[in-house]
């Protein structure tokens, strides 16, 4: 059993898109995107810097689109069943490449989805000084315990034992200062505490623009980002897709979910490696492959052939 699974907001490289360029399916996918949602994904996909495709509201859509794009390359006109694909997640705004590839969005809702998200999300980050920071080791107990005593939120349970903390910015200087014993603090570049209770201007955005959108119900096996359940209904994952923005990120359980569900293989989305990474160290035993870059393509659909 074979999944997908789509990058959230720091896979993001300057130049990711240049190699990209030649395959005729990703760049008929990213010119459409493009057209769809104003955003200059191939400029920034290819001649950005990284400060610039740092900005939520570029890093999102550029993230999200050249997903996509990969997907298309990747299938080559086939749904992810008749690739023999039996499920996909994404984690963050990667859920928005997982909605489009489970086709409860078009390509083209998925992308002004995720433009409406970045614009939002970059917005209620400017309202207060706010970042993020990634602890690695130590005991959760421990570190939630410490989090909730310096007003700092879990926003991502990333696995292997990883947490991402997030809220204002003297709170992560202190928890980098003082750490919880065992563990490393490592800061994140973002302007701004996702996933926390900061982006709560976000959601109201969001909920607003969701409620105009018509969806599918999933095609394949989709899993939330909230507790790593399946969810069947189109409209029941949007609505966790909005309230996620403000809501931690359980990765993990995810991860722990595809386990109990017997896959047995991961192809991760460019621009990939992240998930990859925590993969090989929760879940054990399985294949795992990062989509680069087109010279990974070939290598996927065998992947594909041997676990479908």
Wanted: proline content about 5%.
């Amino acid at each position: 059993m074979i999944v997908v699974v789509c990058p959230g907001q720091g896979a993001q490289t300057p130049g990711m898109l240049s190699p990209w360029l030649e395959v005729p399916e990703f760049k008929a996918s990213i010119e459409a995107q493009q057209s769809a949602s104003g955003v200059d994904l191939v400029g920034h996909g290819t001649l950005s810097d990284a400060d610039t495709i740092r900005d939520t509201a570029v890093a999102q859509p550029l993230i999200v689109a050249t997903g996509v794009a990969s997907l298309a390359a990747l299938a080559k006109g086939k749904s992810l069943t008749e690739l023999g694909v039996a499920g996909v997640a994404g984690h963050s705004v990667g859920e928005i490449t997982a909605a489009v590839a489970a086709g409860v969005f078009t390509a083209e809702q998925g992308i002004r989805f995720v433009k409406e998200r970045g614009d939002a999300m970059a917005k209620a980050a400017a309202l207060e000084s706010t970042t993020m920071a990634a602890i690695l080791g130590g005991d959760q107990a421990e570190v939630e315990e410490k989090l909730a005593s310096l007003d700092l939120q879990p926003a991502n349970y990333n696995g292997g034992g990883q947490i991402v903390a997030a809220g204002s910015v003297d709170a992560i200087a202190a928890l980098q200062a003082e750490p919880v014993a065992g563990t490393r603090v490592i800061p994140i570049q973002v302007a701004g505490a996702f996933h926390t209770r900061y982006m709560q201007p976000a959601v109201a955005t969001l909920e607003a623009y969701a409620a105009g959108v018509a969806v599918a119900d999933p095609s394949v096996t989709l899993w939330t980002n909230a507790g790593g359940r399946v969810i069947a209904s189109g409209s029941e994952f949007v609505s966790l897709l909005v309230n996620q923005v403000s809501s931690p990120v359980r990765w993990d359980l995810c991860m722990a979910a595809m386990v109990e569900a017997g896959v047995t293989a991961v192809i991760e989305l460019a621009p990939a490696g992240t998930l990859v990474g925590l993969a090989k160290r929760s879940m054990p035993g399985i294949e795992t492959l990062a989509v680069k870059t087109p010279e990974h393509l070939e290598a996927a659909r065998e992947l594909i052939s041997n676990h479908s």
